[in-house]
């Protein structure tokens, strides 16, 4: 099956460099096209992030026809063009050999550009652009399930995602993004190797995640994974409790749109304990700022619910933190739980507006030097006398050094009495 047909939209101007690598391509005799994510994005009328470009050229053409190329998967045929300062996928068309491990092709020959749509993994992301004679080129019927508004397995469904189980993960990318539902047996396919999921790298799972779920239809994502079978296998041994998964429904949809990815690991995590969490940051291969980020989050997400409980000191704190605002977010949605939340929003914002930026972590009156120059060790009551020494600074009980030094004496001599009462 091939079916051409026209194309009749304008190219956005970001287009011009991925057309320029495929005019060049021609020009030398190649055949060359704009290739999958990007020919589904424009013709669905969306701004397409990247362009890819694929042709019949080999990689060592590729790298001879441009000046400034990297190669990053040789072996699959895969040529990083730079063009107008931004890198561009150049892939030569394969057909990728039997997948051994549910993750890679063991071997990638290089092919035409049928065999090259046929290994590609949903229809709508099949589709080739021929720029110059301005010809949709679909060997996969992806015209018409765009159309259709469905997300569809290329080929048999039970073979794709038992060759590479990442798919799994992508089908439901695609659906929610695209708000696409998924064929019926495409679905059944998934739901058969949902289990799967567990034996995908983590870092790819993480990639696909912190993408669905970034994104503002981060609810449909979350509905599908559990409508496919996919969010028990999401992370080892992490079921989800129903009260858990009402209250998720409940909070996910009052996210910004723009809600950071940790901020909705912290809404989908927020009844799990510590341990659990640094578990599964550990398993899921989170960087650290990610598993800082949302265990803080979990860690505090209550702290504000009564927004006039925290002492002064305690709020600033909290505001100095850097995913405070993330921690207001996740404030507000906890908030819209209760009748009287919208007060207790306008509360907190009157509370944490009252504080002056140059306050919320002011250099320290008294300094470590202060304690060492009145003869103090560093260890365990050094820290203390500092910690408290800082928080009554912030409370704004101490706002002068000298009274700060004045206070210091005083709690050097009350530290001599106790020591000195437990003297025999
Ligand atoms: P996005 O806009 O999110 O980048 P995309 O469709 O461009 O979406 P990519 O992950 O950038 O997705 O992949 C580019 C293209 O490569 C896809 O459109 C698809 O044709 C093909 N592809 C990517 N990953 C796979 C996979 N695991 N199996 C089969 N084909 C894939
Ligand atoms: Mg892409």
Known sequence: MTAESPFELPLPPAANPAVAIVTALTAAGHEAVLAGGCVRDLLLGQVPHDYDVATD??????????????????????????????????????????????????????????????????????????????????????????????????????????????RLLRAVRFAARLAFPIEPQTLAAIRKHAAALRRVAPERVLDELERMLSAPQRMAAWNLLGDCGLRDHLWPDVAWAPTEVDRIERHLPRLAPAAEFTTVLAVLLAERDPGEIARIARAAKWSNEQQGVVAWLVAHQADLDDPQAP?????KRLMAHPAFLALVELTRVRHADLADGTARDAALRTRTSAIAPDQVAPPPLVTGNDLLERGLAPGPLFKNVLDTLYTEQLDERLTARTAALTRLTTLLAERDATSSDGDP
């Open 311 to 315: 002492t002064l000191a305690d709020l």
């Open 57 to 166: 050229a080999p990689p060592e053409r590729i790298c001879e026809l441009f000046p400034k190329t990297r190669k990053v998967g040789m072996q699959f045929g895969v040529v990083l063009v730079k063009k107008q300062r931004r890198w561009h996928e150049v892939a030569t068309y394969r057909s990728d050999g039997p997948y051994d491990d549910g993750r890679r092709p063991t071997s990638v020959t290089l092919s035409d550009a049928r065999h090259d749509a046929l290994r590609r993994d949903f229809t709508v992301n099949g589709m080739f652009l021929d720029p110059a004679r301005r010809l949709v080129i679909d060997y996969v019927g992806g015209r018409a399930d765009l159309d259709a508004r469905i997300i569809r397995a290329i080929g048999n469904p039970d073979e794709r995602f038992a060759e590479d189980h990442l």
